[in-house]
């Protein structure tokens, strides 16, 4: 028997899918990484650390990702929002006699205290409005396991960041095959007033859109390691004439 | 502690509304207060971070308290030896050898009651520095370290100390973005400020500046949520009953700090709905804007919040997992603060307390 499919559905207000920021700017795609996906899929088996060997068995699996648009009270889709951006600063205020708050101040690389204070802007960027159907294919003999997990898990799970809180139960069902995954994902759309905006296949197909992604994480923890992965994107019929 | 965790997967939710009169109470980098589209409407937003800080730090006055991280053990353990009775130089040379067993120039998460244990040990030795053993040392500090006692506010918002992954502490708390129940859009303050002219100078009479500020009022929905199994791993079960107490007291009153000499907007909860619960974290999704219908935003936010939430209990059925729900704020059945506190504590397992 081939590995079965999970039915994982992404709602909240906010989400935020990062997949190579690196510092004080904390991008996000427009749509769910691989690397987040399992990151969530370990936190709900409060599976902590490297996790190299459960990481491996992802890794050559598949993942699709629908994304929807909500319509409004006319039934049309709603216009695509711009991604948030939340802006934040990190050290400032602190009091830098007190030994403990002292700790919370950003030094410079040597450790010294920075020229004026030290204090960091930083930039995080979210989804507004996004609603995905997430298509994880996982190990047949993990399945159960997993469904159990994400149902009930070990640690909180979020999308993409701890504050991003889901408004929907994420785990919908395991599927054996990905065609029967889809009707259920297109009934759930259906029953919220969701329009399919686009998919997210894993692969370089003939499609709208082909993108590199470094969101395959072969180990988590300390040290993480990823691996690439081409995705192509399929826009919807609407949307493709629209513009 | 045992290897079960009686509080495994078991999460208190709060879902808090509360109201503001004209406010910023978070800016973004142009000054102007923080917004969020939901439902396809502009919403006021408070960031989880600039909600957790006032939270984190209004619990020192509620009882908890914090611990340090510093190079200076040293001098901290010489100081509780000197509080009980060595003389300087012994005090001094106990603090040497002990900080020498334990860290070797570099920083060290420390608390105060490890200072005292470890100077209770070098007065059973009668503060004679050569008779301080590493091993013994060892023992005496791992029987110490506790964040129960003095590292409260760690256990619950956590922390990643880069170069020691073995110092992280996972937070067992989680905010969300609050956000506004209904539609908002920032209203513009044009100001202008008078010279008082002590001079007598001025012949004409005006302002001597022109400059405005944004704000906006919003009633806003707050979920936050406490993993009490996170908290028991994090404080060894110790200690959970005046975690409880002080992080519902600061989360009940604190408020972000932002402009709050112009604007004083300062409101605790008007209603929240309180639930321990089982199974996957769930906020309410206020994606519908609330309408204020000439009645104001918070009735009507009342009403779609429990309408959301006990659509949110039907549909999951048995994964909802609800152990209790208490209300705060319910008219007709009154409630305070003290009360919410002491219903919680009673899910605690008996030695947690």
């Known amino acids: ?243 | 502690m045992t290897n079960t965790n009686p509080l495994k997967n078991t999460r208190i939710e709060f879902h808090i509304l509360q109201s503001f009169p004209v406010t910023c109470l978070n800016r973004d980098d142009v000054g102007a207060p923080k917004t969020a589209i939901v439902g396809g409407v502009p919403r006021a937003r408070v960031s989880s971070q600039a909600w957790k800080r006032p939270v984190r730090l209004a619990m020192q006055d509620y009882g908890a308290k914090l611990g340090v991280r510093t190079k200076h053990i040293a001098e901290l353990i010489a100081k509780s030896c000197l509080n009980l009775g060595a003389n300087e130089e012994q005090a001094n040379a106990c603090g040497e050898s002990i900080a020498s067993h334990i860290s070797k120039d570099t920083l060290l998460f420390f608390t105060e009651t490890e200072a005292n244990a470890f100077a209770s040990y070098a007065a059973e030795k009668e503060f004679d520095a050569s008779k301080l053993k590493d091993k013994e040392t060892h023992k005496v500090g791992k029987k110490a370290l506790n964040l129960a006692v003095d590292g409260i506010d760690i256990a619950l918002f956590g922390r990643m100390v880069a170069q020691a992954a073995e110092l992280n502490v996972e937070a067992a708390c989680s905010f969300a973005h609050a956000i506004s129940t209904h539609k908002v859009a920032n209203e513009v303050e044009f100001f202008t400020a008078v010279d008082d002219d002590p001079m007598g100078i001025r012949e004409d009479s005006g302002s001597a500046h022109m400059g405005s500020l944004e704000f906006n009022s919003a009633t806003y929905y707050r979920y936050v949520s406490l993993d009490l199994g996170q908290l028991y791993q994090s404080l060894n079960g110790q200690n959970m009953a005046g975690a409880i107490e002080s992080f519902v007291k600061a989360l009940y009153l604190a408020v972000p700090t932002a402009r709050q000499t112009t604007m004083a907007g300062l409101s605790a909860w008007d209603y929240a709905k309180v639930l321990v619960r089982k199974g996957q974290s769930l906020q309410a999704s206020f994606d519908n804007p609330v309408k204020a219908k000439g009645e104001g935003y918070l009735a009507p936010s009342i009403e779609a919040l429990n309408a959301d939430l006990a659509k949110k209990e039907q549909m999951a059925g048995s994964l909802f997992g609800k152990q209790a729900e208490i209300e705060l704020g319910n008219v007709e059945k009154p409630k305070n603060i003290d009360d919410l506190i002491a219903q919680l504590q009673t899910f605690l397992p008996a030695d947690a307390e």
């Open chain 1, 1 to 243: 028997m081939s590995d079965p499919y999970l039915l994982l559905w992404f709602e909240a207000p906010l989400q935020s899918w990062g997949a190579d920021s690196k510092f004080g700017r904390r991008d996000t795609l427009k749509f769910p990484t691989k690397s987040g996906v399992l990151g969530l899929v370990c936190s709900a088996l409060g599976a902590g650390g490297e996790q190299s060997e459960l990481l491996v068995r992802f890794a050559p699996l598949d993942m699709q990702v629908i994304s929807y648009r909500k319509t409004n009270a006319k039934q049309q889709r709603q216009d695509k929002q711009p991604l948030l951006r939340d802006f934040q600063t990190v050290g400032n205020g602190y009091d830098d006699q007190d030994p403990w708050q002292t700790l919370l101040i950003p030094k410079t690389a040597e450790g010294k205290k920075a020229v004026g204070g030290g204090s960091k802007l930083t930039y995080r960027y979210y989804l507004q409005d996004a609603v995905f159907a997430v298509a994880l294919q996982v190990p047949a003999d993990l399945a159960d396991d997993l469904a159990q997990a994400l149902q009930n898990p070990n640690w909180d799970i979020y999308l993409g960041r701890k504050n991003c809180i889901p408004t929907e139960l994420v785990f919908q069902g395991v599927f054996n095959d990905l065609s029967a995954l889809k009707i259920k994902a297109a009934e759930i759309a259906v029953s919220k007033k969701l329009l399919e905006d686009f998919q997210v296949l894993q692969g370089e197909q003939e499609g709208d859109e082909h993108l590199t992604l470094n969101d395959v994480p072969i180990q988590f923890g300390q040290h993480k390691k990823y691996r690439d992965r081409q995705v192509t994107l399929f826009y919807s019929q609407e949307d493709y004439e629209g513009g």
